[in-house]
Every structure is written in C-alpha cells, then in structure tokens.
C-alpha cells in the first residue's frame, strides 16, 4: 500500500519525504485555506519536494471551468493529480483531463456505485471518505472494502483505490487489510503508525544489556 500524506504544510512534507516512505501526497481546499499561502507557490513547492502524485483540487463546479482550473494546476509540474469532485461535471473534467495525459483523483467519494462511475470516467485515483462516514454513524471501511471487491471483478478497471479521511492507526490497518492502493494519511496520524511500548520497552532492555557488555561495535 502506498503511504500519502494529507496536508499541505510543506516543511511537514519535507520531513517526512526525509525518512524515504512518502509516495505522495494530497491537499484540499481546507488544506491550503490551513497553509494561508498562494495554492499554485504550496504545490509547486511540494512537488520539487515529492516525486510521486501531489493532489491539487479545482474549486469550480462546472466542467469547462473545472478544466480550464485543471490544466493551469497540471501545468505547475509533472507530477500534479489534479482533483475534482464526484459530480457529473467532475467526470467530465475526468475524462477529457485523462485523455489528455493529466492524472486525476475523484474525491468525495462515499459509495461503491460513485467508485465505479470515477473508474468509468478514466480517474487514475477514487478517494472514499472512511472517517466522514464513521462521523455519521456509518461504516466507513465497509466502503473500502467494497470498491475493492467491485474493481476486482473487473480488472480492466485501472482506477486505484485511495483510502482518505484516515483518522487513526487502526483506519490504516483496516485499509491495508482490505487491499487499498493507497492511503493518504494527516501527518499527526502518521507519527502515531510507529509507536508501540513494547518497541521502547525492548529497545531501552536491548540498550542497557549492551551496556553492561561494555563492547562497542564501532
Ligand atoms: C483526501 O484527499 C482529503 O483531503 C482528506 O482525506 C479529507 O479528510 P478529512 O475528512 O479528515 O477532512
């Protein structure tokens, strides 16, 4: 599965494309309204931080104009996926946008029949939004594994799964387990991935019987 990260604080990005584990990376609107800096300067900066795809969403609702929004943000750097929503306008803009070599992320997705009409439209990434279902009272990892089972059983389908609105270790794991392609996680989400007391506890009886040795290896 591969790890994106959901924000567009650059120096965030930086440090965590530092431990060679980042495959990209996705923002929204809020993310950037978060960043208070010009959105074109904050993706450009993430992609020369970023090799993989970095999500850029269009703000305008109709297709021409979503278009138009999409092939500005696209020509920033390679490696831009623009976003648009899961609307009718959105899968047109996907499909031309597709067609014309630009990757594409649909986003807002919450429901397999949504999946599959952004698989259809050529999207090269569908975003389910586990934790904005939980938030209601649903069942947001039901929803991956959902589209997971109905892009299998049509493997002419190359859309990739990506897992969003992530909120915990466990989303994550649940995610991996259902065979995500892709899960974009919010930075404070990743930092948690790697904890586990019984790590620190192994590590500091490791250390203090390497002590009591007195070798060194070096
Ligand atoms: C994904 O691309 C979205 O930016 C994000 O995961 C939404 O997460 P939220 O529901 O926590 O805002």
């Known amino acids: 599965m591969k790890?994106?990260?959901?924000?567009?604080?650059?120096?965030?990005?930086?440090?965590?494309?530092?431990?060679?584990?980042?495959?990209?990376?996705?923002?929204?609107?809020?993310?950037?309204?978060k960043a208070d800096r010009p959105m074109t300067e904050v993706i450009a900066e993430i992609c020369d931080v970023?090799?993989?795809?970095?999500?850029?969403?269009?703000?305008?609702?109709?297709?021409?104009?979503?278009?138009?929004?999409?092939?500005?943000?696209?020509?920033?750097?390679?490696n831009v996926t623009v976003k648009v929503p899961l609307t009718w306008d959105g899968l047109k803009?996907?499909?031309?946008?597709?067609?014309?070599?630009?990757?594409?992320?649909?986003?807002l997705c919450f429901s397999a029949v949504q999946a599959?009409?952004?698989?259809?439209?050529?999207?090269?990434?569908?975003?389910?939004?586990?934790?904005?279902?939980d938030d209601i009272g649903l069942d947001g990892m039901q929803l991956i594994r959902e589209i997971r089972t109905v892009f299998d059983n049509y493997p002419d389908l190359s859309t990739q799964l990506l897992a969003a609105s992530l909120r915990t270790s466990n989303h994550v794991r649940d995610c991996a387990l259902a065979g995500a392609d892709v899960a974009t996680i919010p930075p404070a989400t990743i930092h948690k991935l790697i904890e586990h007391p019984l790590t620190d506890?192994?590590?500091?009886?490791?250390?203090?019987?390497?002590?009591?040795?007195?070798?060194?290896?070096?």
């Open 3 to 33: 790890f994106f990260v959901d924000t567009a604080d650059v120096a965030e990005i930086r440090a965590l494309a530092e431990t060679g584990l980042l495959d990209g990376v996705t923002t929204n609107p809020s993310l950037i309204m």
């Open 50 to 78: 970023v090799d993989g795809p970095v999500s850029a969403e269009v703000t305008a609702t109709k297709a021409d104009e979503m278009l138009a929004e999409g092939r500005k943000l696209a020509k920033i750097a390679p």
């Open 116 to 133: 599959l009409l952004a698989a259809k439209a050529g999207a090269t990434f569908v975003s389910p939004f586990i934790g904005r279902l």
């Open 201 to 218: 506890k192994g590590l500091d009886a490791f250390l203090s019987d390497w002590k009591k040795t007195g070798q060194t290896i070096l």
């Open 93 to 107: 803009a996907c499909r031309t946008l597709t067609g014309e070599g630009t990757m594409v992320n649909v986003t």
